[in-house]
């Protein structure tokens, strides 16, 4: 996907209230029929996201549907090209947040695209998103 023409640019921010606990994303927690952006994808395209970690601990960002490239982890380029569909989001250090940026491919399947922390005590209490995908 190194060479794919972007179509979007995104931004995701994991971050966490470990005393309720609560984990958002974009600073809210999941909840059907408030999708994560208010601008829908489009199958065919590819977009880039970049998704940030503002809490203490790792969040293993997982994609539903289609795989992703990651191109860089904390400012340093992804070693080889691949596909994968879930990718360690690194906690923050010193206040600077951990920083992961993904092209994100919508080969098909119009309709709605989850997206989640795979620590599932972190998905359950909120951690969780989804796209709408458009044809
Ligand atoms: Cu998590």
Not at 18 to 26: D, E, I, K, T
Not at 28 to 36: I, K, L, N, V, Y
Not at 55 to 68: K, L, Q, V, W, Y
Request: hydrophobic share 35%; charged share 15%.
């Amino acid at each position: 996907l190194s060479g794919a023409p972007l179509a979007q640019h995104r931004s995701i921010e994991l971050s966490e209230d470990p005393s309720a606990p609560n984990f958002f994303v974009n600073g809210r927690q999941f909840s059907m029929g408030a999708p994560t952006f208010d601008t829908p994808a489009k199958v065919g395209t590819v977009e880039e996201w970049t998704i940030t970690n503002t809490s203490g601990e790792d969040h293993p960002f997982h994609m539903h549907t289609d795989a992703f490239q990651v191109t860089a982890v904390n400012g340093i380029p992804a070693p080889y090209p691949h596909r994968q569909d879930t990718v360690i989001v690194p906690h923050a250090v010193n206040g600077t947040p951990g920083r992961v940026v993904i092209r994100q491919q919508f080969s098909d399947y119009p309709g709605l695209w989850m997206f989640h922390c795979h620590i599932a005590a972190h998905e359950d209490h909120g951690m969780m998103g989804y796209i709408q995908v458009n044809p």
